[in-house]
């Protein structure tokens, strides 16, 4: 690590230790502890419901300290998850150091480290969504050479008393600055916590949805994440989302990551990027255009599209989010630079951008180095409702599939749509298209019909995708967009219910 990741980062265990996160051991977060002062240790975990929960413990000495972090503590898994049975369900939660964290919203001082859950006999629980996760990317890697990254977009409105004084025009808040953006200062302070508990952060910007009630204003922002090795990348998604919510309740604001607030405005997607390494270049790009390996990830990310949203749109307002005209995708096709499509390959550094810099600035000198290092192509369909681990454990999955699927660079070049999809000249190829689902109960059956590719290679248990199935059926929404169609009242009615289920 360069001595300037070390000063300028703004994680203070990294600054204090001198070390990337990555490299922390147990006794790193013990000296950090003594050093600072630190009283309290808070064990975070995430479980069927992909919020954060909690067990708080106060420091009583050096050695249970010690004590704890060599052994962990016991939870009941009951509680925590639908598939397990309440007479044998004592696990072991044990911390990741690398995640260790000081909570910024504690008076007391206290630290924060995220768990990974065991079984009775010590072996990792097998069903948990962070193994779930784990054991994709390691099978990946193991079959492909490649180590998978990846990078989320997380959106969520601000909805506060009504701001009069400088409204923005409705739905047209992409970018906007103060004082045409009143949360600018909130997103701005998410940002900076994020960062300080661990976070690679890219940018925040607001987006496009803004709009007003009566009495109240709704202004829709976005943080979005650095790549980083798949897991942390989930990680820090899960502490951002618990910073932004726990950020809104000092400022007195509600957060919601629904992908709907309301009828006829902005949905909140949670787009995920993703890129493959080998020995750190990147292997979507080749001879600087989009290589077969990237192709054939697409394809396979298509072919299995419509049951990976049992991972990504969980709540029945996930599929009010996906409409037709709308940003959101409803047809399985990929494009480049094409919002309208289900993966898009967002614009790239690779051909004619070595004078950019130049022109804008005429005392530099052209910059010929390679950038074609940050290409990505993005999955569009997830929104906030996703069990984060599942749905980037699915994409891993999805991704393979497609490397290892016959015929895969036929598929992505059948699916690949050089337009908008809503394009009057793309009528004939539109009709081919395969489309999302439109229901929790929809997206349950794709994956039932799907799940050999994610139960391969031992990555999802088959109860796993049982409970996964049951719980989207269990909201019996079957064809329920069409019976919501035109009535306002009941759509909001479902919107207000699911505000904050994830």
């Not at 630190?38 to 954060?52: Q, S």
């Not at 701001?163 to 808040?173: A, F, H, R, V």
């Not at 940002?191 to 300080?196: C, D, G, N, S, V």
């Not at 809503?422 to 929790?440: A, I, V």
Request: charged share 25%.
């Amino acid at each position: 690590m360069r001595d300037s990741e070390i000063v300028l980062n703004p994680n203070p265990l990294v600054k204090y230790l001198k070390k990337p996160s990555s490299e922390f051991t147990k006794a790193d977060i013990m000296k950090y502890i003594h050093d600072k002062d630190i009283e309290m240790i808070n064990l975070r975990y995430v479980a069927d419901d992909g919020k954060l929960k909690t067990l708080n413990f106060v420091i009583l000495s050096m050695e249970h300290l010690e004590l704890l972090f060599s052994t962990g503590e016991r939870v009941d898994g009951s509680s925590l998850f639908s598939f397990i049975e309440a007479g044998s369900s004592d696990l072991y939660v044990i911390p990741r150091f690398k995640t260790a964290f000081v909570n910024p919203f504690e008076d007391v001082p206290s630290l924060d480290i995220l768990c990974s859950f065991f079984t009775s006999e010590g072996k990792p629980l097998e069903s948990s969504p962070e193994y779930i996760l784990k054991k994709a990317a390691h099978v990946f890697k193991e079959s492909t050479g490649f180590e998978f990254k990846a990078m989320g977009e997380l959106e969520y409105y601000v909805q506060s008393e009504r701001i009069d004084m400088y409204q923005g025009i409705d739905q047209k808040g992409y970018h906007s600055s103060v004082p045409f953006a009143n949360w600018e200062h909130f997103r701005k302070d998410a940002m900076r916590l994020i960062a300080q508990c661990g976070g690679k952060i890219k940018y925040g910007h607001s987006e496009v949805g803004n709009f007003v009630t009566e009495t109240e204003s709704y202004e829709q922002q976005e943080i979005e994440f650095l790549p980083v090795a798949a897991e942390d990348a989930v990680d820090q998604l899960i502490i951002a989302k618990w910073i932004v919510r726990m950020l809104g309740r000092e400022y007195g604001v509600n957060i919601s990551f629904a992908p709907k607030i309301s009828v006829g405005k902005a949905g909140s997607g949670l787009h995920i990027h993703m890129l493959v390494e080998k020995d750190g270049q990147n292997m979507l790009v080749d001879n600087g255009n989009l290589g077969n390996i990237a192709k054939k990830m697409i394809a396979g990310v298509l072919d299995l599209a419509t049951a990976l949203t049992a991972f990504g749109n969980t709540i029945p307002t996930s599929y009010l989010r996906l409409v037709p005209h709308q940003e959101a995708p409803t047809y399985v096709c990929w494009g480049d630079r094409n919002r309208s499509a289900l993966v898009r390959v967002p614009l790239g550094w690779l051909h004619g951008t070595d004078n950019m810099l130049k022109d804008a600035n005429p005392l530099e000198e052209t910059d010929n180095r390679n950038f074609s290092s940050k290409q990505t192509f993005e999955f569009r369909v997830a929104d906030g409702s996703a069990n984060v681990y599942l749905l980037v454990a699915g994409l891993i999955v999805s991704a393979q599939h497609g490397l290892e699927m016959k015929k895969s660079l036929e598929k992505a070049n059948e699916l690949y749509v050089p337009v908008n999809i809503f394009d009057g000249s793309f009528k004939t190829q539109l009709s081919k298209l395969d489309q999302l689902p439109t229901s929790c109960w929809d997206s349950a059956r794709c994956l039932d019909e799907k799940r050999e590719a994610f139960e391969n290679n031992g990555v999802f248990p088959h109860g796993t995708l049982d409970s996964v199935i049951k719980g989207l059926k269990d909201f019996n929404d079957k064809d329920l967009s069409d019976k919501l169609f035109g009535n306002n009242e009941a759509i909001a009615e479902m919107v207000n219910k699911y505000l904050h289920w994830m």
